[in-house]
C-alpha cells in the first residue's frame, strides 16, 4: 500500500511508516505476500514486504520497475516463479513500486470456477431432467398415437379400425393444439376409413345378394325352357295342340328372360355414368303413352292426371329412359293394387324442376320394407310379385335413370297408399325443335 499523505497520524502508534522517501511512505501493515519499493537518490532502494511474501532484491524491484509502462498503469511482471501485479508512482522526483502476488486471485477463480462448473453441472443436468419430463409428457399423447396405430397395424383392419379410433382420441385439454390437430386427422382419417370399410361390406352384400337374386330370376326361364324343349325333344307329346302350348310357354320364357337380361344391362350402363340422350322431351306426352297402356291392361282402373296452371312440362332427358321410368312405376301399380284402387299422377314446377308424383290408394308397402324398395331384385311381396312375373328391377331402374338425369326420389307409404315423387331438371334455355313450344302442355285431364 502507498499513501501520500502527509498528515499526521498522532496516537496511532501500529500505523507509523517504517519506509519514506520524500512525500512518499510505505505503512508496515501491508497485505499478506505484498511487497513494497521506494526508490530515491538519497536512501537508494527501500523494500517493504507483508507477510508471507517472497524473497525479494533491490536488484529484482529495479529491473521490474524499470518494465513499468509508465505512473499509475498497471502492468504484470514475474517475481521468481510467482505472478506478481504491479503499479508504480511517482512524486517529487521520488518513485514507488507496489505488488500483490496473483496467487490468491488465481486461487479464487479456480475455487469460483470449480464451484460454477459444479452448478452449471447440476443446473444443465437439472434442466435436461426438466426438460425430458416435460418433452416426455409433451410426447405421451403422440405415443398414444403410435400405439394405437400399431393395434390397427398388427391386427385385422376391419376389428381394430373402432378401436384404434378410440385409442386414438385425445382431448384437447390435455394436449397441445399441435397433437390434438394431429390426433383430430387421425381420428378422421379413420373414421373415412371405418366408413369405407362399412361401405364395402354394404356393396359386398347388395353384389351376393344381387348375384343370388340374378341367378335365380336367370335360372326360372331357363329351367321352363330348357324342360319344355327336353319334352318336345322326346316327342312324349305328339298332339300339335300341346306342342303349340309348350312352343308359346318357351316364348314367353325367353321373353321373360331377354326383359330381364335387358333391364340389368341398362342399370349396368347406368352404373358405369354412360351418358343419356339429350333432347327436349315433353313429360305430359310421356306420361298420356304410359296411362294408355295401363288402361289398356286394365280399363276399369280410375286415372286421373293433374298439371298445375302455367307449369312447363318440356325437359332435356333421354325420351326412352323416362318413357320406361313410368311405364314401371305403373305397371308396378297395376301389379301390385287391386283394379279398384285409383291412381293420381300430379304435375307441376318447383324452382329449377318439375316435380311429378305418382300416388295410388292401394294397401301401401310394408315399413320394413320401404328402406330397401329401390334395392335391384327388391320386393315387398317376394312370392305375389315372382307368381305375377315381377322381377324386382322396376323401382331400381326408375331411381337410377332418375339419379342419371341429376334428379331425386323419394317415397311415402301407408295403410290408405303409396305416393313416389319424381324431381327432374327443367330445361330453361333449351333451343326447342319447330312445332313444339314449352307452353303446348296437355291439359290438366
Do not use: K
Not at 501491508?30 to 530515491?40: E, I, M, W
Not at 390397427?152 to 397433437?179: F, K, N, P, T, Y
Not at 276399369?300 to 298439371?307: K, P, T
Request: proline share 5%.
Amino acid at each position: 500500500h502507498a499513501d501520500r499523505d502527509d498528515g499526521q497520524r498522532a496516537g496511532d502508534d501500529s500505523a507509523a511508516p517504517s519506509v519514506t522517501a520524500g512525500p512518499i511512505r510505505i505503512s508496515d501493515s501491508l497485505p499478506d505476500g505484498s511487497v513494497a519499493a521506494v526508490f530515491s537518490d538519497e536512501r537508494g532502494v527501500q523494500i517493504a514486504t507483508g507477510p508471507q511474501a517472497p524473497p525479494v532484491t533491490s536488484d529484482q524491484l529495479t529491473s521490474i520497475a524499470n518494465a513499468s509502462p509508465g505512473p499509475n498503469q498497471p502492468f504484470s511482471y514475474p517475481l521468481d516463479d510467482d505472478a506478481f501485479r504491479w503499479i508504480t508512482t511517482t512524486s517529487e522526483g521520488h518513485s514507488a513500486l507496489t505488488g500483490l502476488p496473483l496467487e490468491p486471485v488465481d486461487q479464487t477463480i479456480g475455487r469460483l470456477t470449480v464451484l460454477m462448473a459444479i452448478v452449471g453441472g447440476l443446473a444443465l443436468v437439472g434442466v435436461a431432467g426438466g426438460g425430458y419430463l416435460v418433452v416426455r409428457r409433451g410426447l405421451r399423447p403422440l405415443g398414444r398415437l403410435a400405439d394405437g396405430a400399431r393395434a390397427i397395424a398388427d391386427s385385422d383392419l376391419e376389428a381394430q379400425v373402432g378401436a384404434g379410433r378410440q385409442r386414438l382420441s385425445l382431448r384437447r385439454e390435455q394436449s397441445s393444439a399441435e397433437v390434438a390437430e394431429l390426433s383430430a386427422a387421425l381420428s378422421s382419417m379413420l373414421e373415412e376409413i371405418d366408413n369405407s370399410i362399412a361401405a364395402r361390406d354394404q356393396a359386398n352384400e347388395r353384389l351376393r345378394r344381387f348375384v343370388a337374386d340374378a341367378s335365380h330370376e336367370l335360372r326360372t326361364p331357363l329351367a321352363s325352357i330348357r324342360a319344355y324343349s327336353e319334352l318336345l325333344r322326346r316327342g312324349l307329346y305328339r298332339d300339335g295342340e300341346q306342342s303349340d302350348l309348350f312352343l308359346g310357354r318357351i316364348e314367353s320364357e325367353s321373353v321373360r328372360l331377354g326383359a330381364l337380361v335387358n333391364d340389368l344391362l341398362l342399370l349396368a350402363r347406368l352404373d358405369q355414368g354412360r351418358a343419356l340422350a339429350q333432347e327436349p322431351v315433353d313429360v305430359m306426352s310421356v306420361i298420356d303413352d304410359a296411362v294408355c297402356d295401363l288402361l289398356a291392361a286394365e280399363p276399369a282402373r280410375l286415372v286421373q292426371v293433374r298439371v298445375a296452371a302455367d307449369t312447363n312440362t318440356v325437359i332435356v332427358a333421354d325420351a326412352d329412359r323416362l318413357r320406361q321410368v313410368f311405364t314401371n312405376l305403373l305397371a308396378n301399380i297395376r301389379v301390385h293394387t287391386p283394379t279398384e284402387a285409383a291412381v293420381t299422377i300430379s304435375v307441376e314446377a318447383a324452382d329449377s324442376d318439375l316435380v311429378v308424383a305418382v300416388a295410388d290408394e292401394g294397401p301401401g308397402i310394408p315399413e320394413q320394407a320401404q328402406e330397401s324398395i329401390f334395392d335391384r331384385f327388391s320386393r315387398a311381396d317376394s312370392g305375389r310379385a315372382r307368381e305375377q312375373g315381377g322381377s324386382g328391377l322396376g323401382l331400381a331402374i326408375v331411381q337410377s335413370v332418375v339419379l342419371a338425369h341429376g334428379g331425386a326420389v323419394s317415397l311415402s307409404s301407408s295403410a290408405s297408399g303409396t305416393t313416389i315423387t319424381l324431381r327432374l331438371p327443367i330445361a330453361g334455355e333449351t333451343q326447342l325443335p319447330a312445332g313444339l313450344s314449352a307452353d303446348a302442355a296437355p291439359a290438366a285431364q
